[in-house]
């Protein structure tokens, strides 16, 4: 099992040029750290989030990575449940999981924007979401609890 903190990481938000789709496929012209992170999801069953909400919403910084993980897709589309989606650029995707920290006033409708939204980044990821967790438990002991290793 691999972790990987990349709050901890220089990581720069996506300046959508799409030269990891034209002029340098499958890399970011961006010199950051993501291409540590990207290169190793591929290799991995599960691809965990953890964040806290802020404003009701999950923390900028996971819409950043996820942006930043365009370069595992292909520019091409193809017809999923009726939408077009981009075919993955290496054939495979970990499943992916969500664990965040409520604010004291996060309510369930709250909870399903968010659940939505991620459940629409792992249909664009051709995944499926396992888990979208609170944290009244450690992130460990959700992991285990949900997922045999």
């Known amino acids: 099992m691999e972790y990987v903190v990349a709050r901890d990481m220089d990581i720069k938000?996506?300046?959508?040029?799409w030269d990891c789709w034209a002029k340098t496929p499958g890399v970011c012209v961006?010199?950051?750290d993501m291409h540590l992170?990207?290169?190793?999801?591929?290799?991995n069953d599960?691809?965990?989030?953890?964040?806290?909400?802020?404003?009701?919403f999950f923390h900028s910084f996971v819409k950043t990575v996820q942006e930043r993980m365009i370069p595992l897709l292909?520019?091409?589309?193809?017809?999923v449940m009726g939408e077009m989606h981009h075919t993955l650029r290496y054939g495979t995707s970990p499943e992916l999981a969500f664990i965040?920290?409520?604010?004291?006033?996060?309510d369930e409708?709250?909870?399903?924007i968010n659940r939505d939204v991620f459940d629409r980044f792992a249909l664009n990821f051709?995944?499926?979401?396992?888990?979208?967790?609170?944290?009244?438990?450690?992130?460990?002991?959700?992991?285990?609890?949900?997922?045999?290793f």
């Open 126 to 148: 051709s995944s499926t979401v396992v888990f979208f967790h609170s944290i009244k438990k450690s992130a460990m002991e959700i992991i285990h609890e949900t997922v045999d």
């Open 46 to 56: 599960l691809l965990v989030f953890a964040a806290p909400f802020s404003m009701g």
């Open 74 to 79: 292909l520019p091409y589309s193809e017809l």
């Open 109 to 112: 409708e709250d909870v399903q």
């Open 30 to 32: 961006l010199q950051d």
């Open 37 to 43: 992170i990207l290169k190793h999801i591929n290799h």
């Open 13 to 17: 938000p996506c300046i959508g040029c």
């Open 100 to 106: 965040y920290k409520p604010e004291p006033d996060t």
